[in-house]
């Protein structure tokens, strides 16, 4: 079974990466260093990059972050890291991109919220920040988001509303207010002579439900690639899986041309996480692979050894480990599936589905391990070595599968 056919939306090319018009759906991260700090911020995007980030975005907040920019891209060229960077502005970008064009040209593209252009010059300062990527050549996101929601539009369709003779629900009138803060901003950004192929659109709320909503209204209302989120997803579990719902049902519906997983790290946690649940979410809804896959039972009672649990921890790691070099050495891996099971209850069958698997041995059965490849039974392990020798086999299988291929393409 596969998803539902993608929505139809005008491809918009950020940097060297194509965003909708049935590209595949882009994976992207935004850094939490200061970006004035040049070393720590090149130093996480390559982190990020390296993750499988296919955009990266940076805050430019200030003049010392917005003067940092071109040395950013300068370093990240140097490490022949070519992941697009984008420029997050709020309250400053009319003023940020037309005193520092050095920044404007560095960046791939410009994210602008629309509520946050200011209260007085608020029109005047979005057209300044669109003029600025018309005379670079450069796309730009308009992210609406419920927390920063344009207060002049909201108390303008607000007194519309207490007009009507059956008034809407505030809440109503806030979601109305998003899907129009969004299409009259890219109405306007054309207006000032901005391509539409140079748009892409995000509507982010908090609550799952309510960003299902507004993102199937969002994806009736326009063609512009749409890029989705949660926003402030939250910590570990609680914003991997509010994220998994959410895009897994938009994902699901053929909504959605870039994600990104706004995650809240641990206090020095690893950022790049967000772009792993990002892939992890992609990947489980057959939308796209990124890393061979590892199935594993839960284990229960007829297993007590920890084992299987260990040599499964193990074959993930080891898999993540050699992803950066598998990746180049060995084009179509990323498709591979593994299992590693507890028992012999569902261990042979499910083995049998993965290209490589092993049925570990459970409590009172035959201190034996059979290995299936490619859905036959190819060897059973034994003694304290299995592990070690499943691993060889899997350095093996991927070696004889997919490095096969690439001799076969370089002939
Ligand atoms: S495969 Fe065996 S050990 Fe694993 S959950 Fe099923 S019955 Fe339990």
């Not at 998803?3 to 994976?27: C, E, H, K, L, W």
């Amino acid at each position: 079974m596969q998803p539902q056919q993608r929505r139809n939306s005008t491809q918009v090319m950020v940097g060297n990466v194509a965003v909708g018009g049935g590209a595949p759906v882009v994976v992207q991260s935004m850094t939490n260093t200061d970006t004035a700090d040049v070393d720590d911020t090149v130093k996480q995007i390559a982190e990020l990059a390296d993750a499988g980030s296919e955009i990266v975005r940076i805050t430019v907040n200030n003049k010392e972050a917005a003067q940092a920019v071109p040395f950013i891209m300068e370093k990240l060229d140097r490490k022949n890291v070519e992941v697009p960077v984008v420029g997050d502005f709020h309250y400053n970008g009319h003023v940020l991109l037309t005193q520092f064009p050095d920044c404007a040209k560095a960046l791939a593209k410009f994210r602008i919220n629309p509520g946050n252009t200011g209260t007085r010059g608020r029109d005047k300062n979005f057209c300044t920040i669109v003029e600025q990527a018309v005379k670079y050549d450069k796309p730009v996101r308009i992210g609406v988001n419920w927390g920063s929601l344009d207060q002049q539009l909201l108390a303008l369709k607000m007194d519309e509303n207490n007009e009507l003779p059956e008034p809407k629900s505030s809440k109503e009138v806030m979601m109305d207010t998003i899907i129009e803060s969004a299409t009259r901003s890219s109405a306007l950004a054309q207006d000032v002579g901005l391509a539409k192929d140079k748009i892409i659109i995000s509507c982010k709320m908090s609550g799952v439900q309510d960003l299902i909503h507004i993102y199937r209204r969002m994806a009736a209302a326009c063609d512009h690639p749409l890029h989705l989120g949660l926003t402030e997803a939250g910590m570990g579990m609680k914003g991997i899986v509010a994220s998994s719902a959410a895009l897994s049902v938009l994902l699901n519906e053929g909504i959605g041309d870039t994600i990104r997983i706004s995650l809240t790290p641990q206090p020095g946690g690893d950022r790049a996480e967000e772009v792993r649940v990002g892939q992890q979410i992609l990947q489980s809804m057959g939308i796209r692979s990124f890393i061979p896959q590892v199935t594993a039972c839960p284990g229960c009672g007829r297993t007590k050894s920890t084992y299987f649990q260990e040599l499964a921890d193990e074959i993930q790691g080891y898999i993540r480990e050699m992803m950066p070099i598998w990746r180049d050495v060995y084009p179509g891996v990323e498709d591979m599936h593994v299992a590693v099971m507890g028992c012999v209850v569902n261990g042979p069958g499910e083995s049998k589905f993965a290209d490589i698997g092993i049925s570990l041995p459970g409590t009172f059965e035959e201190p034996k391990a059979p290995v299936y490849v490619d859905g036959e039974h190819r060897v059973t392990l034994s003694g304290d070595a299995i592990g070690k020798e499943f691993r060889k086999m899997l350095d093996d299988y991927i070696m004889n599968r997919f490095g096969r291929k690439t001799e076969q393409a370089e002939a």
